[in-house]
Each structure stands twice: as C-alpha cells, then as structure tokens.
C-alpha cells in the first residue's frame, strides 16, 4: 500500500492516476490523503480523484470543496468540486454523517 501511496505523488500524470485507480480498487482510499489531488496540473489525476473521493463525499469538508469552484481554480478542479458538492448533498439527504 505504502508503494501505491508513494506513487501518487509521481511526475508522471498517468502513474499518479494509476496509483489513485489502484488505491481505489484494493479500498484503501484516504480521502484526507486524496483531497489534495484535486488540484493536481493534470486533469487525468483530477477524475481519477474525485471517483475515487466520491464515495466518501459525505465526510469531505466543504468549505474547501466550494473553495474549489473559485473562478482561478482550473476547470478540472471546478468540476470535481461542483460534481463532489452534488455527491455530498446527495449523501447528507440520505442521512449520512457529515465531515469536518
């Protein structure tokens, strides 16, 4: 596991978007771990985040979620914050525990 964590901070875009699918594949997915590559320079690490954070929506924190959405965030981070935001409100209405 630690490898596939270490991976996730590659200069290659493809092993870091590998290493987040994998994470997410063996259910070792750390969304305190994973938030922050929402905001990574390629777009192809910013999905492979957000699906794999989708399920953990609910315990995300929102303030830094909507903060993506910023007008200078990339496009990429706009969308999976507004696509992560939709998910956590979904959860919430359902009943499930909210994060920080």
Do not use: N
């Amino acid at each position: 596991m630690d490898t596939l964590w270490h991976l996730t901070g590659h200069q290659l875009p493809a092993v870091r978007a590998h290493a987040v699918s994998a994470l997410c594949t063996l259910d070792a997915v750390r969304p305190d771990r994973l938030r922050p590559l929402l905001d990574d320079l390629s777009a192809v690490v910013v999905r492979a985040a957000a699906r794999a954070l989708q399920p953990h929506a609910a315990t995300l924190d929102t303030d830094l979620l909507r903060a993506g959405l910023a007008p200078d965030r990339a496009r990429p981070t706009r969308i999976a914050a507004r696509r992560l935001l939709e998910a956590q409100e979904r959860a919430l209405a359902r009943g499930a525990r909210p994060g920080p």
